[in-house]
């Protein structure tokens, strides 16, 4: 968003006078009692382009430079966009205005400014040898930090004047509007929205840690790599006063040597991505990943894979060249990892003499910390090699089938491959399903505190994210999915484990296990559990599996393909079959999401009820229909199965 930039002041809506400037005591005085959350209020609006360290130093020089003295500018008034100085004391027949409101307002218009003049403009506090950066938060942080990265700097703004400062509306958009911004109204509807979508509260998790700028890690830089440059730099200075003294005696120095370009001009070249960008960036997916691996220097075996990707994809004359992830010999094969900004390519060359190829291509677009944590690197014999995200410092493998196991550690080369992981989701007994292998990953705490999270192979390059959504609590907001590498949430994977083959090679990206309904049985037989578990695709098509948990058993009741339903954008679900008691009488079992207040069923049964579940008798087993009544007086149609075997 670019911030007009006038001679003078912008313009202010006329019945909202242009602030006047406090003395030079209560100014400072103000400064200091409110600092901290003026640093905040600009590490939230500035761009997070900056990077989180220079983003920390940038909202503390704002800060400090609030009462400097800008040049051309009046007392108590904005010359060229400038900030205003300080004044001299007021007299008593001038009542002095708010000192905090008017750095605020200084803040805010320093704040907005592009990243380029944030960066050059101020003089930034300096760190040497240190990079600085907050505290890191959860999944809900996390979330935050990333729909804050995408949104405008005046949404961003407007959020955290509201939320954070606690002002009205209208003092919002007054304050945008004198800081330049051409839509203040819009950028308010749009910090409207984004609060709303978050859960727990945005001001909440605002007011925490994870976006305190005054309470940071400290972390070296590069120390390798700070020890190479002292090492070439000393080399340097030698070859240099070596080659004067040449010069001086006379003779000329031989020319150094040229690079050996083995590329042909109109070769793709990768890009190369610095070590460190994954801990010091709000774009924690592949574009974070460095080049690894043995033979990444291997300029030859590169340009053979970026030769192939370019001859076989149809966007590849035209894209941006892709980026290097990992080029190693694996098994026996040669491997290369690329990533083009949409898509992940694994190129392999197999063989005695390496003669065969093949190349892989899949969508990776909008991957996160989770869907970008592991990529298969190859696959042989039922085990798979795995090469996980420079950002995971914890691996370990478990079988879903057994929650109460501890997850076996995962040994991990230098370079980030793992060892060979044997799939058990891939053979069966005579009982069926024996098992299904999961990795069990933690992130950094430089990115993300204490986040764990499972991925299970579904046969495509990136390992599919599992998580977990309990039941609502009575009165209670809607959850959101949680991570399920607790003991609640390994215990309900345990029960879907089994149907996560049945999704292998569909280009599944996540499975979130969503228990919308609990309801008693009648007979006294115990208890249902209904469970939505919704698989969405790279590409963004979506599959339901409708599933009702009755004493020993997970039985399947119908599949929906191509559907927002059990996700943020089909929150209200119902669905219904019949089902045995342990006597052999038949029941229509019916249960809705927590939005339902009401079912009825029509055709060869016909009940009602107030509320989310209806259990009625039934002497038939012929189609029935569901409707479920919502708020505001619509109503909702249902999913419908034909029967459910008995629970004995």
Same mark, same amino acid.
């Given at each position: 968003?670019?911030?007009?930039?006038?001679?003078?002041?912008?313009?202010?809506?006329?019945?909202?006078?242009?602030?006047?400037?406090?003395?030079?005591?209560?100014?400072?005085?103000?400064?200091?009692?409110?600092?901290?959350?003026?640093?905040?209020?600009?590490?939230?609006?500035?761009?997070?382009?900056?990077?989180?360290?220079?983003?920390?130093?940038?909202?503390?020089?704002?800060?400090?430079?609030?009462?400097?003295?800008?040049?051309?500018?009046?007392?108590?008034?904005?010359?060229?966009?400038?900030?205003?100085?300080?004044?001299?004391?007021?007299?008593?027949?001038?009542?002095?205005?708010?000192?905090?409101?008017?750095?605020?307002?200084?803040?805010?218009?320093?704040?907005?400014?592009?990243?380029?003049?944030?960066?050059?403009?101020?003089?930034?506090?300096?760190?040497?040898?240190?990079?600085?950066?907050?505290?890191?938060?959860?999944?809900?942080?996390?979330?935050?930090?990333?729909?804050?990265?995408?949104?405008?700097?005046?949404?961003?703004?407007?959020?955290?004047?509201?939320?954070?400062?606690?002002?009205?509306?209208?003092?919002?958009?007054?304050?945008?509007?004198?800081?330049?911004?051409?839509?203040?109204?819009?950028?308010?509807?749009?910090?409207?929205?984004?609060?709303?979508?978050?859960?727990?509260?945005?001001?909440?998790?605002?007011?925490?840690?994870?976006? !305190?700028?005054?309470?940071?890690?400290?972390?070296?830089?590069?120390?390798?790599?700070?020890?190479?440059?002292?090492?070439?730099?000393?080399?340097?200075?030698?070859?240099?006063?070596?080659?004067?003294?040449?010069?001086?005696?006379?003779?000329?120095?031989?020319?150094?040597?040229?690079?050996?370009?083995?590329?042909?001009?109109?070769?793709?070249?990768?890009?190369?991505?610095?070590?460190?960008?994954?801990?010091?960036?709000?774009?924690?997916?592949?574009?974070?990943?460095?080049?690894?691996?043995?033979?990444?220097?291997?300029?030859?075996?590169?340009?053979?894979?970026?030769?192939?990707?370019?001859?076989?994809?149809?966007?590849?004359?035209?894209?941006?060249?892709?980026?290097?992830?990992?080029?190693?010999?694996?098994?026996?094969?040669?491997?290369?990892?690329?990533?083009?900004?949409?898509?992940?390519?694994?190129?392999?060359?197999?063989?005695?003499?390496?003669?065969?190829?093949?190349?892989?291509?899949?969508?990776?677009?909008?991957?996160?910390?989770?869907?970008?944590?592991?990529?298969?690197?190859?696959?042989?014999?039922?085990?798979?090699?795995?090469?996980?995200?420079?950002?995971?410092?914890?691996?370990?493998?478990?079988?879903?089938?057994?929650?109460?196991?501890?997850?076996?550690?995962?040994?991990?080369?230098?370079?980030?491959?793992?060892?060979?992981?044997?799939?058990?989701?891939?053979?069966?007994?005579?009982?069926?399903?024996?098992?299904?292998?999961?990795?069990?990953?933690?992130?950094?705490?430089?990115?993300?505190?204490?986040?764990?999270?499972?991925?299970? !192979?579904?046969?495509?390059?990136?390992?599919?994210?599992?998580?977990?959504?309990?039941?609502?609590?009575?009165?209670?907001?809607?959850?959101?999915?949680?991570?399920?590498?607790?003991?609640?949430?390994?215990?309900?994977?345990?029960?879907?484990?089994?149907?996560?083959?049945?999704?292998?090679?569909?280009?599944?990206?996540?499975?979130?296990?969503?228990?919308?309904?609990?309801?008693?049985?009648?007979?006294?037989?115990?208890?249902?559990?209904?469970?939505?578990?919704?698989?969405?695709?790279?590409?963004?098509?979506?599959?339901?599996?409708?599933?009702?948990?009755?004493?020993?058993?997970?039985?399947?009741?119908?599949?929906?393909?191509?559907?927002?339903?059990?996700?943020?954008?089909?929150?209200?679900?119902?669905?219904?079959?019949?089902?045995?008691?342990?006597?052999?009488?038949?029941?229509?079992?019916?249960?809705?999401?927590?939005?339902?207040?009401?079912?009825?069923?029509?055709?060869?049964?016909?009940?009602?009820?107030?509320?989310?579940?209806?259990?009625?008798?039934?002497?038939?087993?012929?189609?029935?229909?569901?409707?479920?009544?919502?708020?505001?007086?619509?109503?909702?149609?249902?999913?419908?199965?034909?029967?459910?075997?008995?629970?004995?």
């Amino acid at each position: 968003m670019r911030i007009p930039q006038t001679n003078g002041a912008p313009d202010r809506p006329a019945s909202i006078p242009a602030p006047r400037s406090p003395s030079r005591d209560a100014a400072e005085a103000a400064l200091v009692e409110h600092y901290p959350a003026l640093v905040r209020l600009a590490h939230l609006i500035l761009s997070p382009a900056l990077g989180r360290h220079r983003r920390v130093l940038a909202a503390h020089a704002l800060v400090q430079r609030g009462l400097a003295r800008s040049r051309g500018a009046r007392a108590g008034t904005d010359s060229g966009g400038a900030a205003p100085a300080v004044p001299p004391p007021r007299t008593a027949e001038a009542p002095e205005p708010s000192a905090h409101d008017w750095l605020r307002a200084r803040v805010v218009r320093g704040a907005l400014r592009p990243p380029l003049t944030v960066s050059t403009g101020v003089a930034l506090p300096k760190a040497l040898g240190l990079r600085v950066f907050p505290r890191a938060g959860g999944t809900d942080e996390l979330a935050l930090d990333r729909a804050l990265a995408a949104a405008e700097p005046a949404t961003r703004a407007a959020l955290a004047l509201t939320a954070l400062e606690g002002l009205a509306p209208s003092s919002v958009i007054a304050l945008l509007h004198a800081a330049g911004v051409a839509a203040p109204e819009q950028a308010m509807d749009s910090a409207a929205r984004l609060r709303a979508n978050c859960a727990p509260d945005a001001a909440e998790l605002l007011r925490g840690p994870e976006f !305190d700028p005054c309470t940071v890690h400290l972390r070296p830089t590069d120390l390798l790599g700070r020890r190479r440059r002292v090492r070439l730099a000393a080399l340097t200075g030698v070859l240099g006063l070596l080659a004067g003294t040449a010069v001086a005696l006379g003779r000329e120095p031989e020319p150094p040597p040229q690079p050996v370009v083995s590329a042909a001009p109109e070769d793709v070249v990768p890009v190369r991505v610095p070590a460190e960008r994954w801990a010091d960036t709000s774009r924690v997916d592949f574009t974070a990943w460095p080049a690894r691996g043995e033979r990444a220097t291997d300029a030859d075996l590169v340009r053979r894979a970026s030769a192939a990707w370019k001859g076989d994809s149809p966007g590849a004359a035209v894209s941006e060249p892709p980026s290097l992830l990992y080029a190693g010999v694996v098994d026996g094969r040669n491997v290369v990892l690329l990533h083009t900004g949409r898509t992940l390519v694994r190129y392999t060359e197999s063989g005695a003499g390496l003669p065969r190829t093949s190349l892989v291509e899949t969508r990776a677009d909008d991957s996160d910390v989770t869907t970008a944590a592991a990529v298969v690197l190859a696959r042989a014999g039922g085990r798979t090699r795995y090469l996980l995200a420079p950002w995971i410092t914890e691996a370990g493998v478990r079988d879903l089938r057994k929650p109460g196991a501890a997850a076996r550690s995962l040994r991990i080369t230098a370079d980030g491959a793992t060892e060979p992981v044997t799939d058990t989701g891939s053979r069966s007994g005579p009982g069926g399903c024996t098992g299904v292998t999961a990795l069990q990953l933690r992130s950094s705490t430089r990115i993300v505190e204490d986040h764990a999270f499972l991925l299970v !192979d579904l046969g495509g390059l990136s390992p599919t994210h599992l998580t977990w959504t309990p039941l609502p609590s009575p009165g209670s907001p809607a959850r959101r999915p949680h991570e399920a590498t607790g003991p609640l949430g390994l215990a309900a994977w345990s029960h879907s484990a089994c149907s996560l083959p049945l999704l292998r090679d569909s280009g599944v990206r996540s499975v979130n296990r969503w228990e919308f309904a609990a309801q008693t049985l009648p007979e006294h037989a115990g208890r249902a559990l209904w469970i939505c578990s919704r698989a969405d695709t790279w590409e963004g098509t979506g599959r339901v599996d409708v599933t009702v948990e009755v004493p020993g058993r997970a039985v399947p009741v119908t599949t929906v393909r191509a559907t927002a339903a059990c996700g943020r954008f089909g929150q209200d679900v119902l669905a219904g079959t019949y089902w045995s008691a342990p006597t052999g009488r038949r029941y229509l079992l019916a249960a809705g999401s927590r939005r339902v207040l009401g079912i009825g069923a029509e055709g060869a049964v016909k009940a009602g009820v107030r509320g989310q579940v209806l259990a009625v008798g039934a002497d038939t087993s012929e189609p029935f229909r569901l409707t479920g009544h919502l708020p505001g007086g619509s109503s909702m149609p249902g999913w419908t199965a034909r029967s459910v075997e008995g629970s004995g």
